[in-house]
């Protein structure tokens, strides 16, 4: 990997806990890191558990007084220059992230400068956490509401965004003054490591944020659950692990920010622009090969476009391009293992068993390994396993339908409640089904709705709180009230 980077030493096979760079040689077990495209291990590194989760812990409870004691402006200056390395690494970062990932390198550089996107914002938020004064309730009394971080935070992050994920619970985490010590997914841990080391280069002070790479992700989480130094566990990944992480938190009642699955429709009305309907498509089902938690997943097409819709995607889509991410031209790189595979495959023989039509694609690419062709299903109807569960593959199913009630009613008919995108030039439908769709973000005229300006989460059972925007530095706060008597 290292002899495919400007900056070789962007990729130390060394995990950094509490302000210590600790190598697989030091630490016993090992796990290797492989790339999805070809099976090669492109990296060893410590296999680290309790002992070492609890040192980086201690570690970060012992300097987060002082990290939270800085100036707004300090933090701010130092995440500013991480930005900066970011941006000026951009190239390398995305090629770690497109060898232990997958995706295509154009794709990884964009995650990249989105990931530095909120350290930029975050770092300069930091210098806005706003407190109020509230009249008293009594002629001698004056009331002060200030915000203070929370502390110190463990973070859980996933595969599929190796480097913004974490980026996004790191920055308003430091902006705020809280400490932070992530486990990044055993399958990406080295963008997570790379962001540390950079971090360590941008001036973040030894033990305020540790990387502990580890396969044995449930013991981890029980210690960020269960340590009484953790004020708040910070978790991107299936609804599932956020339910266990919700009951292990409930003894010391654990704040938690939970970002989980999704189940996405995506509505096409008859009054849509159908080619921008289209575009939207291929970028919010497509982008990530599928496997991100804002993908389209169901995508409802009213009858009177729904044949026009469903030829236009299929051209499209017919012209992906599949293969190795670091390949040019590639636009969808492989699954990242073969339980995706086999989900995806178990979903189409499911559709197709039940009457379901493959437009395009429907096979394991010709070259093997974890490859799988972009995918059209038609006439695929809501008993289909696709209608309720993230497919998280490359795999549009076009669902038909009539009416605005009908369509709103599908949409919602799931536990699920992250995003949702629908296409319509009537400004009074625009209104009528944005307030009904039961989500927490709703894209209307486009399929990309993820920026660091705005609250990123969702309701029901895809999570709680939000990251990005003021409202994402907020959640890394506790609000206290200070009452003044005597006056
Ligand atoms: P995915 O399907 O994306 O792998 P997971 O929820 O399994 O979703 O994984 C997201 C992150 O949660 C990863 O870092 C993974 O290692 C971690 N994880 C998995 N199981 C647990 C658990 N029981 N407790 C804490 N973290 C876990």
């Known amino acids: 990997l290292s002899s495919k980077l400007k900056d070789p030493s962007l990729a130390p096979d060394k995990a950094l806990v509490g302000g210590q760079w600790l190598a697989a040689s030091e630490s016993g077990k090992t796990f290797e890191v492989t790339n ?26 012992a300097v987060q007084k002082a990290w939270a004691k800085k100036t707004a402006k300090e933090r701010a200056t130092i995440l500013r220059k991480l930005f900066d390395l970011m941006v000026a690494n951009a190239d390398d970062l995305a090629t770690i992230l497109t060898i232990e990932m997958g995706k295509p390198w154009a794709e990884a550089r964009g995650e990249v400068l989105y990931g530095a996107s909120y350290v930029e914002w975050f770092g300069e938020e930091a210098k806005r956490v706003y407190g109020d004064t509230i009249p008293g309730h009594q002629a001698d009394k004056r009331i002060i509401v200030i915000r203070q971080p929370v502390g110190v935070v463990g973070a859980i992050t996933p595969w599929n965004f190796p480097n913004a994920m974490l980026a996004r619970k790191m920055a308003p985490a430091l902006a705020a003054g809280c400490t932070m010590v992530s486990k990044p997914a055993a399958q990406t ?18 033990g305020v944020f540790s990387v502990v790479t580890s396969t044995q992700s449930a013991m981890i989480g029980q210690e960020m659950c269960s340590n009484e130094k953790i004020r708040k566990v910070t978790f991107t990944g299936s609804t599932n692990v956020g339910k266990i992480l ?16 999704g189940n996405a429709p995506f509505i096409v009305f008859d009054d849509a622009d159908v080619d921008a309907a289209v575009e939207g498509a291929m970028i919010s089902k497509y982008r990530n090969n599928g496997q991100t938690c804002v993908c389209a997943n169901r995508i409802y097409v009213q009858s ?31 699954l990242i293992d073969q339980n995706a595979l086999k989900k995806v495959e178990e979903h189409i023989s499911d559709a197709v068993s039940k009457g379901a039509k493959v437009a395009v694609g429907g096979n394991r690419d010709a070259q093997g390994g974890l490859f799988y062709q972009p995918t059209i299903l038609t006439g695929v109807t809501s008993e289909m396993m696709v209608a309720r569960e993230e497919t998280f593959g490359p795999v549009a199913p076009l669902f038909k339908f009539d009416t605005e009630e009908q369509v709103i009613e599908m949409a919602n008919d799931t536990e699920f409640g992250l995003a949702s995108y629908f296409y319509s030039k009537d400004v009074a439908k625009i209104f009528r089904v944005a307030e009904q769709l039961e989500y927490g973000m709703v894209g209307i005229n486009t399929g990309l709705i993820s920026t660091e300006v705005a609250p990123f989460g969702g309701i029901k059972q895809s999570g709680l709180g939000r990251e990005g925007s003021k409202y994402g530095l907020e959640d890394y706060t506790e609000l206290k009230y200070l009452c003044l008597g005597g006056i």
């Not at 841990?189 to 030894?206: K, N, W």
Request: charged content about 20%.
């Open 36 to 61: 999805p495209a070809n099976g090669d291990v492109i990296a060893v590194l410590p296999d680290l558990g309790k002992v070492e989760v609890s040192k980086a812990i201690d570690a970060a409870h």
């Open 189 to 206: 841990p080295l963008s997570a490591l790379a962001l540390a080391l950079l971090a360590e280069r941008a001036g973040v002070p030894a």
């Open 246 to 261: 919700m009951r292990q938190g409930a003894d010391q009642i654990m704040k938690l920010g939970l970002e989980l699955g």
């Open 304 to 334: 009177g476009v729904y044949d026009t819709f469903a030829a236009k995607l299929a051209e499209r889509v017919s012209k992906m391009k599949v293969g190795d991410g670091m390949a040019e031209g590639v636009n969808a790189g492989p």
